[in-house]
């Protein structure tokens, strides 16, 4: 709850460290906090209103409805919609109004671990790359190194060494980090501790033994695909048809090395706008040997 996080965080630094009580909270709907000191300019005073609102569900915008902010923090930003992003976005530069002074740098600052590559601020940050937005990455707390370098493993015999140029260790116990990675799987502590784009295993893989480091690569070899080797086409016929293009080497290894991903994509469209158009145009001359997901042709009930 914002209780027990934001809030508690704000208290310690603004009263707690201080010694001060800098920050006055009032436990209404929603709840409220005020700030009031002197400006180091030693001419002015800063007063500042902070609003707390709970916003990890879509449908909880309409809580946003006919605020005049200045600027806002999405804290842990990785757990809100992006339709609350962008609301937010329409709330800002909005007090004091213009005829008042205006807002002094308008802005929306967001905090958040690394996500996966299909998350929203992905998508921000690595592909759409929109204007007046900019990222800043915190160095990880500790990097991969040798066995002969390293001072803990993770479950999968990974070593990690501290990460000389990391930050806010004076902030952290000497052994926080280590004591994370100890016991913990490599995806975790990729995306936790070496704050690197991924996702962490749900449920029950299908390959218990499939190691994401170990069986992939971004640098495909222009060599492929293999002329005169079949090619491997398994498709997902799902809500967002999908298709994994694969070829099984002579020496029996097999390489997945190009795929077709959509989103909430007919049958129909996928065929005729993805599917036929790579075969007969990227992989023309290829012999193809086709696979289709049985469960994937029941898109929905009242499909």
């Given at each position: 709850?914002?209780?027990?996080?934001?809030?508690?965080?704000?208290?310690?630094?603004?009263?707690?460290?201080?010694?001060?009580?800098?920050?006055?909270?009032?436990?209404?709907?929603?709840?409220?906090?005020?700030?009031?000191?002197?400006?180091?300019?030693?001419?002015?005073?800063?007063?500042?209103?902070?609003?707390?609102?709970?916003?990890?569900?879509?449908?909880?915008?309409?809580?946003?409805?006919?605020?005049?902010?200045?600027?806002?923090?999405?804290?842990?930003?990785?757990?809100?919609?992006?339709?609350i992003?962008?609301?937010?976005?329409?709330?800002?530069n909005?007090?004091?109004?213009?005829?008042?002074?205006?807002?002094?740098?308008?802005?929306?600052?967001?905090?958040?671990?690394?996500?996966?590559?299909?998350?929203?601020?992905?998508?921000?940050?690595?592909?759409?790359?929109?204007?007046?937005?900019?990222?800043?990455?915190?160095?990880?707390?500790?990097?991969?190194?040798?066995?002969?370098?390293?001072?803990?493993?993770?479950?999968?015999?990974?070593?990690?060494?501290?990460?000389?140029?990391?930050?806010?260790?004076?902030?952290?116990?000497?052994?926080?980090?280590?004591?994370?990675?100890?016991?913990?799987?490599?995806?975790?502590?990729?995306?936790?501790?070496?704050?690197?784009?991924?996702?962490?295993?749900?449920?029950?893989?299908?390959y218990?033994a499939?190691?994401?480091?170990?069986?992939?690569?971004?640098?495909?070899?222009?060599?492929?695909?293999?002329?005169?080797?079949?090619?491997?086409?398994?498709?997902?016929?799902?809500?967002?048809?999908?298709?994994?293009?694969?070829?099984?080497?002579?020496?029996?290894?097999?390489?997945?090395?190009?795929?077709?991903v959509?989103?909430?994509?007919?049958?129909?469209?996928?065929?005729?706008?993805?599917?036929?158009?790579?075969?007969?145009?990227?992989?023309?001359?290829?012999?193809?040997?086709?696979?289709?997901?049985?469960?994937?042709?029941?898109r929905?009930?009242?499909?």
């Amino acid at each position: 709850t914002l209780k027990s996080t934001v809030i508690k965080s704000m208290i310690q630094w603004f009263n707690e460290k201080t010694g001060k009580k800098l920050l006055n909270v009032v436990y209404d709907v929603p709840i409220r906090a005020n700030m009031r000191f002197p400006h180091p300019d030693g001419e002015s005073i800063v007063d500042i209103e902070y609003i707390f609102i709970a916003l990890d569900r879509e449908e909880e915008v309409n809580k946003l409805q006919s605020l005049e902010l200045t600027s806002c923090w999405m804290n842990e930003a990785a757990e809100i919609p992006r339709g609350i992003h962008q609301m937010l976005k329409s709330r800002i530069n909005r007090y004091p109004a213009k005829d008042d002074g205006g807002a002094h740098k308008p802005q929306i600052i967001c905090d958040y671990n690394a996500v996966d590559t299909e998350h929203w601020l992905y998508k921000i940050a690595e592909v759409e790359k929109p204007q007046k937005h900019a990222f800043h990455v915190q160095p990880p707390a500790m990097i991969m190194c040798t066995k002969n370098d390293g001072i803990v493993e993770d479950t999968e015999g990974n070593s990690y060494k501290v990460n000389p140029d990391a930050d806010n260790f004076d902030h952290l116990d000497e052994d926080y980090y280590i004591d994370q990675i100890a016991g913990a799987d490599a995806d975790w502590v990729s995306v936790f501790v070496m704050n690197n784009y991924g996702s962490l295993r749900k449920g029950k893989p299908v390959y218990k033994a499939y190691n994401d480091r170990l069986h992939s690569s971004d640098d495909i070899s222009a060599d492929w695909p293999l002329k005169g080797v079949p090619m491997l086409v398994g498709i997902d016929l799902g809500l967002d048809p999908a298709a994994a293009f694969a070829q099984m080497t002579p020496t029996g290894q097999l390489i997945v090395f190009d795929e077709i991903v959509t989103e909430d994509c007919s049958i129909e469209e996928f065929i005729e706008d993805h599917l036929r158009p790579k075969l007969y145009s990227e992989y023309r001359g290829f012999q193809f040997e086709i696979f289709i997901d049985p469960a994937g042709t029941a898109r929905s009930p009242n499909d």
